[in-house]
Every structure is written in C-alpha cells, then in structure tokens.
C-alpha cells in the first residue's frame, strides 16, 4: 500500500486578533469572562487582608491599606465586576439548567427568581450576623 501526498497547500484559515469584536455575543462573553481579572484582585486582598490578621497588624496595616484611594477605586471597579458577572450568569443558568417538578421542567423565570431570593436572603443574613 502507497500513500500519496498532495503537492496542495492545508487551508488554514485566518483568524485575527479581534475575531471577538464582530459579534455581540463574543463580546459580552469576553466582557463576562473578564470579571475574573478583578476576582483575582479580590483574592490578593483577602490574602493580605489573612496575614494582616495572623501578624496581628489588621487594624494597623490592613485598615489602612484600604483607605488607601487606589484601593478603593480597584474595590469599586471589583464590585462592579462582580455585580456584572452575576447578573449575567444568572441569566444563563436557568438555560443550561434543568430542573424537572412534577414532570414538567420549571421555567427558567421561577429558577432566575429563586438564584435572586437565595442571593439576597443570604446577603442579608450576612449583614445581619455582622452587625449583631
């Protein structure tokens, strides 16, 4: 058995770096996606945030890190990172999700609704715990 080779070039087909921006759909994908660069940040500062506490310098360095005015705007930048990618993924959820009640699957309106409750209840319970 011989195999042939074929003196024609592969196709390749381009793809440039701004294949993202052509569609709405890429774009707020890459936009979603993006949040995690401030998580990131979230995570240095609980970090520094747990070693402040362990030295026992919390109150000292850690409380005047975070009134520092750059620290306060990347907190800000952060929390609406963060708002964001919840809002979007919760709009997602109910798709890929599929919940099955008395044979019938639940609309994804009432499986949106309940993420909300349970994200607000929990946040509330939060803030009460810590203003006890």
Same mark, same amino acid.
């Given at each position: 058995?011989?195999?042939t080779t074929?003196?024609?070039?592969k196709y390749v087909?381009?793809?440039?770096p701004n294949?993202?921006?052509k569609i709405?759909? *890429?774009?707020?994908?890459i936009?979603? #996606?993006?949040?995690?660069l401030?998580?990131?940040?979230f995570c240095?500062?609980? @970090?520094?945030?747990f070693l402040c ?5 919390? #109150?000292t360095?850690?409380? &005047? ?6 620290v306060i705007?990347?907190?800000v ?6 708002v964001?990618?919840?809002?979007t993924w919760?709009g =997602?959820?109910?798709?890929?999700l599929n919940?099955?009640?008395?044979? #019938?699957?639940?609309?994804q &309106?009432?499986?949106k609704n309940l993420m ?7 946040s509330?319970?939060? @803030?009460i =715990?810590? *203003?006890i």
């Open positions: 058995m011989t195999t074929s003196k024609r070039n087909r381009e793809i440039k294949w993202w921006q709405d759909f *890429y774009k707020m994908y936009l979603r #996606e993006s949040t995690a401030p998580t990131i940040w240095i500062v609980l @970090l520094y945030g506490l362990g030295n026992g310098t919390f #109150e360095s850690f409380v &005047a890190f975070l009134k520092n005015p750059l705007i990347l907190n930048i952060t929390m609406a990172g963060v964001f990618n919840t809002i919760y =997602l959820t109910p798709k890929a919940l099955i009640y008395k044979n #019938e699957r639940l609309p &309106a009432v499986i909300w409750v349970i994200t607000i209840a929990v509330v319970l939060t @803030l =715990l810590v *203003y």
